[in-house]
């Protein structure tokens, strides 16, 4: 990314992701001045394919997104390389401080800069994130059919994983860790012929780049071919506290992220714009990118109104 940067847009885009890239080409196609600054930090790097994305199903993240950079150059967008360091409310705009000294303004901000999953303190288990370690069967389930699926206690959601992998392989193993299991829970992986494990975690086991089994406190390991994890996601959202607007819990307890007031990913913040996982934690790439291209048109309307009033209050008498 080589796109040299101006001093001023209409619009600056934090996050050069699905949402944030969405956003920009429709802002583009408005013929909008409009730049993508991006830290070069996806999610979804460590996969080896976006699933469930119709028409680039299995396509490689970085090759996505270099075909969505294409894109909004070829409708005059500047994609930059760069991490942010500061948002701050100036005046009518915005100036965005980049951590390399340069600053750019802005007349509105939409910003997509994602969440981090947070995984248990398991050795081995971020080594293996987005490999054989998943999280999503939605987004990894397929890969890891019909294999010797293990699921990590680690959330209030972790329950329903298990229940959601079994739908993807007839050998699934629930490791309860310390959590004590409810009767209803209980029942429902034995409906379901999930076995379960006591016992803490104490490590994954891998031989020839593969996960092998899971290794207990005690020394014991299970057998198994890919674990499951319920991280928890939380949003990347310190730009945006720095303005005043905070992440918030959500409601499931899955982790926390950042509230819009309307279903265009417009914030309490006057001129800013927040779309993608950082708003919606269970969001995949497409619907993602949905919310970039919706969050994208609605700036541009409110700029367009903008301009309306402005014009109008010009005409004489």
Known sequence: MT?????SYDVVVVGGGAAGLSGALMLGRSRRAVVVLDSGQPRNAPAEGVHGLLARDGMPPSQLLELGRAEVRGYG???????????????DGFTVALADGRTVGARRLLVATGLVD???PVPGLRERWGRDVVHCPYCHGWEVRDQAIGVLSGGPLSVHQALLFRQLSADVTFFAGTDELSAEHAGQLAARGIAVVPGEVAGVEVADDRITGVR?????????????VASRMVARADLLAALG?????????MGEQVPTTDPTGRTELPGVWAAGNLTDLSAQVGAAAAAGALAGAAINMDLIAEETRAAVAALPG
């Open 118 to 120: 947070e995984l248990p």
């Open 216 to 228: 207990l406190a005690d020394g014991t390991v299970v057998a198994r071919q890919a674990l499951a």
């Open 245 to 253: 607007l905070t992440a918030v819990p959500h409601p499931s307890g």
């Open 77 to 91: 967008g500047h994609v930059v390389s760069g991490e942010v360091a500061a948002l701050t409310h100036d005046g």
């Open 3 to 7: 796109d040299e940067l101006a001093g």
